[in-house]
């Protein structure tokens, strides 16, 4: 394979993590950041055995073990009544599926594979808006707002959920869901009277909203995660997501959760968006990776663990030896189904969290009969990463509503 160099536009997790796969091979990367500098916004991030299995395989594992937290459990609460609805033992997790399940500060993560990139060579290059995208006789180019332009082999643009790449090659729009997130990443000493679980992950579902809450940095500080459905947004109004609508959304949550609502950053919120799943994310020599192929709601927790493995999958194909174009190829005929699952099932999940009435009290008698220890839900995604369509795992059984009958009362 001729290594005149892989340009990575998008200098976030998915694009720093492609970096470090492809320059693993020994190809010569140039990471295009459009910010003054690399950083990452946001808060706390769950990582998935899945991916830590990844970061074993990078090195990276102990520095983000030891940046991060490794809970005990994941725990599913009623957001209403606040009662136990089921729980993954994740040290049993653990010794499924090999490596553990971690919380971690999402700039932690970021500054991770920042380190990881610049110890394999990685050019970091900041200030660098990309506006086109182009295929030439021997790679592919990026055009650059000041008129300038970059060649390579290959251009992988991880540009993110409005990315410049997505909408020039396929044009799709975002899906508006109508849900935004809140968040807070709080010091633990300002939350020890808010009934909190300091080595868990702990979820309340409820209807139209759900509220997460789970410790970083060693227990030294809680993430805090509250989303709800926007009057507004279903009304189709600008002004949506807002803090009065966040307040209105939790006022009959249990007290657990109505203590933290008002510990959420107020001065920014997340609208989420997703886009509807495609399978041509290679035009030429231009590769979509992460948010920029497959951005999902955010309810399975494989956003960046999704864009993480795009990378690795691309960079063992890389290493095959048979050139770029099969190893694209091959690159797309895995991750693109796959991550059609995921994006199409996060959509599902967030359903079923965000039910009312009777069909509530359906999902929490299927919830409290499942065995703390059954992992027939979490095989298909947790397992090791696929390479080829014929080691996908098949989904998960689908249980449905009605073959329960609600609880009075419950």
Same mark, same amino acid.
């Given at each position: 394979?001729?290594?005149?160099?892989?340009?990575? +536009?998008?200098?976030?997790?998915?694009?720093?993590?492609?970096?470090?796969?492809?320059?693993?091979?020994?190809?010569?990367?140039?990471?295009?950041?459009?910010?003054?500098?690399?950083?990452?916004?946001?808060?706390?991030?769950?990582?998935?055995?899945?991916?830590?299995?990844?970061?074993?395989?990078?090195?990276?594992?102990? &520095?983000?073990?030891?940046?991060? +937290?490794?809970?005990?459990?994941?725990?599913?609460?009623?957001?209403?009544?606040?009662? &136990?609805?089921?729980?993954?033992?994740?040290?049993?997790?653990?010794?499924?599926?090999?490596?553990? =399940?971690?919380?971690?500060?999402?700039?932690?993560?970021?500054?991770?594979?920042?380190?990881?990139?610049?110890?394999?060579? /990685?050019?970091?290059?900041?200030?660098?808006?990309?506006?086109? =995208?182009?295929?030439?006789?021997?790679?592919?180019?990026?055009?650059?707002?000041?008129?300038?332009?970059?060649?390579?082999?290959?251009?992988?643009?991880?540009?993110?959920?409005?990315?410049?790449?997505?909408?020039?090659?396929? !044009?799709?729009?975002?899906?508006?869901?109508?849900?935004? *997130?809140?968040?807070?990443?709080?010091?633990?000493?300002?939350?020890?009277?808010?009934?909190?679980?300091?080595?868990?992950?702990v979820v309340y579902i409820g209807p139209r909203c759900h509220f997460v809450q789970y410790p970083l940095r060693g227990g030294e500080m809680l993430n805090q995660v509250a989303v709800f459905q926007s009057p507004r947004a279903r009304d189709g109004?600008?002004?949506?997501?807002?803090?009065?609508?966040?307040?209105?959304?939790?006022?009959?949550?249990? &007290?657990?959760?109505?203590?933290?609502?008002?510990?959420?950053?107020?001065?920014?919120?997340?609208?989420?968006?997703?886009?509807?799943?495609?399978?041509?994310?290679?035009?030429?020599?231009?590769?979509?990776?992460?948010?920029?192929?497959?951005?999902?709601?955010? =309810?399975?927790?494989?956003?960046?663990?999704?864009?993480?493995?795009?990378?690795? /999958?691309?960079?063992?194909?890389?290493?095959?030896? *048979? !050139?770029?174009?099969?190893?694209?190829?091959?690159?797309?005929? +895995?991750?693109?189904?796959?991550?059609?699952?995921?994006?199409?099932?996060?959509?599902?999940?967030?359903?079923?969290?965000?039910?009312?009435?009777?069909?509530?009290?359906?999902?929490?008698?299927?919830?409290?009969?499942?065995?703390?220890?059954?992992?027939?839900?979490?095989?298909?995604?947790?397992?090791?990463?696929?390479?080829?369509?014929?080691? &996908?795992?098949?989904? =998960?059984?689908?249980?449905?509503?009605?073959?329960v009958q609600p609880t009075v009362g419950a």
């Open positions: 394979m001729r290594n005149r160099g892989v340009i990575v +536009v998008g200098g976030g997790i998915g694009g720093l993590s492609a970096a470090l796969a492809l320059a693993r091979q020994g190809l010569r990367v140039r990471v295009l950041e459009r910010a003054r500098e690399f950083g990452e916004v946001g808060a706390g991030i769950q990582i998935a055995p899945n991916c830590t299995r990844l970061l074993h395989e990078y090195g990276l594992l102990t &520095e983000a073990t030891a940046l991060g +937290v490794l809970p005990d459990s994941i725990i599913m609460r009623d957001a209403l009544d606040g009662s &136990e609805l089921t729980r993954l033992d994740l040290a049993g997790l653990r010794r499924r599926y090999g490596f553990p =399940y971690m919380v971690i500060h999402r700039s932690d993560l970021h500054g991770i594979f920042l380190r990881g990139c610049a110890q394999e060579g /990685v050019e970091l290059l900041t200030s660098q808006l990309v506006t086109s =995208y182009e295929n030439t006789p021997a790679g592919a180019r990026v055009v650059l707002a000041d008129g300038s332009s970059q060649d390579a082999d290959v251009v992988i643009a991880a540009d993110g959920l409005h990315s410049v790449a997505r909408q020039q090659l396929i !044009g799709d729009a975002t899906v508006n869901s109508a849900y935004v *997130a809140y968040r807070a990443a709080l010091p633990i000493d300002q939350v020890l009277g808010n009934g909190i679980a300091r080595t868990d992950v109004r600008e002004d949506w997501g807002t803090p009065d609508e966040l307040d209105a959304a939790f006022g009959a949550a249990c &007290e657990n959760v109505r203590k933290g609502i008002p510990l959420m950053w107020r001065d920014r919120w997340w609208r989420m968006y997703d886009r509807d799943p495609v399978t041509s994310w290679v035009h030429g020599r231009v590769a979509l990776l992460g948010d920029a192929a497959h951005p999902p709601l955010q =309810y399975m927790a494989q956003g960046a663990i999704m864009a993480i493995e795009d990378g690795w /999958v691309l960079g063992q194909h890389v290493a095959r030896g *048979a !050139g770029w174009d099969a190893a694209l190829a091959a690159y797309q005929a +895995v991750r693109a189904e796959h991550c059609r699952r995921v994006v199409l099932t996060a959509r599902k999940w967030g359903d079923l969290w965000h039910l009312d009435g009777a069909k509530r009290l359906q999902r929490n008698a299927i919830l409290c009969a499942r065995d703390t220890h059954d992992y027939s839900f979490t095989d298909w995604i947790y397992g090791p990463t696929a390479l080829t369509p014929d080691q &996908e795992p098949p989904l =998960y059984p689908d249980i449905p509503l009605d073959s």
